[in-house]
């Protein structure tokens, strides 16, 4: 850990084939999806946290899913678009290091929050007589410290372990940092942090699983009840298609963990990026659309009714 304190620099070299009409084409994207996808996770933050109707366990963890979606695209959008806008091509060791964190812990925090997400469907439609009863104030309080706990532990534990050993590299292939980069920079690696890597991998893997195995109960709930179908479409698809959306974007660590070298750096930036950027857009979009209270406080049509749960 003595490295911290050194006055490293690291070199961002995910632009080098860049030229000033690629940067301006993608800056022409990326600020505006920026910009909007804080005004979506913002008005949906507000909308719950105001209107008492929205204090359900559904809403309260929707709203910490945009929570986590605005901490993770603010952790990265604004350096990347000072990489895009400037000659800048160096982050401090430091800055990285607080980048790494925000962003492990907004990866991880994607699937807590969609896995307990999954429960509470699970529930709302498999055991709609013990909802209120299963999912008390105390659970909710429990749950949603979870969401937040695992993720903070995990990043702390990776990125601490990551830092376990000198720099050796000061190269950076992408336009943001994580712990499998800090240790891809390290002068070596030791089976420890192996084992902390692949907690983290199984981890997210038991996520995936767990949410698959809560659909598919859920499926076969509603191929027996009418009322069931109409909870799934309208409540359980949008967090479908999220859960969908995120794991689509694990190729980003997937291609840094196993050093796909054979793209070009624009198609790489591109690819490493969607995580970051696609899902904070896409949730709050989804479920402003298909969860009608929400949509009708959005569009003023009417007061919203919990009628769904």
């Known amino acids: 850990m003595d490295n911290i304190s050194s006055p490293h620099f690291l070199t961002v070299t995910a632009l080098n084939e860049w030229d000033w009409t690629s940067r301006i084409i993608f800056v022409s994207f990326a600020l ?10 913002a008005t949906l933050i507000m909308i719950i946290t105001f209107e008492k109707a929205l204090h359900e366990p559904m809403y309260i963890f929707l ?21 895009l ?5 160096t982050i401090s060791l430091e ?20 896995s307990v997400m999954a429960v509470d469907r ?24 979870f969401i937040w706990i695992f993720p903070f532990f995990i990043g702390l534990m990776t990125v601490s372990l990551a830092l376990k050993h000198p720099l050796c590299r000061y190269d950076i292939h992408k336009l943001f940092c994580e712990h499998l980069t800090l240790m891809n920079l390290a002068c070596k690696q030791d089976i420890f942090q192996g084992i902390i890597n692949g907690f983290l991998y199984i981890s997210m893997a038991v996520f995936f699983v767990f949410v698959l195995i809560s659909y598919l109960k859920i499926i076969l709930a509603c191929t027996k009840s009418k009322v069931n179908r109409e909870k ?31 793209l ?26 298909k969860l009608g209270p929400i949509r009708a406080k959005i569009l003023y049509f009417q007061s919203p009714r919990i009628n769904n749960l």
């Open 63 to 83: 709203c910490n899913l945009c929570v986590n979606d605005l901490c993770g695209t603010t952790g990265f959008y604004p350096r990347a678009l000072v990489y």
């Open 232 to 262: 799934f479409y309208s409540t359980c698809v949008p967090h479908l298609i999220s859960f969908l959306n995120t794991t689509c974007g694990l190729s980003d660590s997937l291609l840094t963990r196993f050093k796909v070298e054979k």
């Open 264 to 289: 070009s750096n624009i198609a790489y930036t591109f690819l490493s990026v969607i995580f970051l950027t696609v899902p904070p857009f896409v949730n709050p979009v989804i479920y402003g659309i």
């Open 32 to 41: 505006p999806v920026y910009l909007l996808t804080i005004v979506l996770n």
């Open 85 to 89: 806008l400037t000659e800048t091509k």
């Open 122 to 145: 699970y529930i709302a439609i498999c055991q709609p007589l013990r909802y209120h009863t299963i999912m008390s104030p105390f659970t909710v309080v429990s749950l949603v410290t």
């Open 95 to 114: 800055e990285c290091i607080v980048q790494s964190l925000v962003i492990v812990v907004y990866a991880v925090g994607e699937f807590t929050n969609l």
